[in-house]
């Protein structure tokens, strides 16, 4: 398996998030102070957010920062 980048197990995680709680990315930026484009540029790896809005979009979720981008324990 090979080694994930940050902004892409955020993203997955995120999109995960989103779903299991049934709503959107637009909610999710809104609430997080953030615009669904700059949401989009996070997940893409375009812009390299500081902690405050990854802590905003993971309290946006209802997740700590650290769930928000860690990785998956599949085992």
């Given at each position: 398996?090979?080694?994930?980048?940050?902004?892409?197990?955020?993203?997955?995680?995120?999109?995960?998030?989103?779903?299991?709680?049934?709503?959107?990315l637009?909610?999710?930026?809104?609430?997080?102070?953030?615009?669904?484009?700059?949401?989009?540029?996070?997940?893409?790896?375009?812009?390299?957010?500081?902690?405050?809005?990854?802590?905003?979009?993971?309290?946006?979720?209802?997740?700590?920062?650290?769930?928000?981008?860690?990785?998956?324990?599949?085992?």
């Open positions: 398996m090979t080694e994930r980048r940050g902004y892409e197990v955020l993203a997955s995680n995120l999109h995960r998030l989103v779903f299991e709680r049934g709503t959107t637009d909610e999710v930026a809104r609430a997080a102070g953030i615009t669904r484009e700059q949401l989009d540029a996070i997940c893409t790896g375009e812009i390299d957010p500081d902690l405050d809005v990854v802590y905003r979009i993971a309290q946006a979720v209802g997740v700590t920062g650290s769930e928000l981008i860690a990785e998956p324990n599949y085992n």
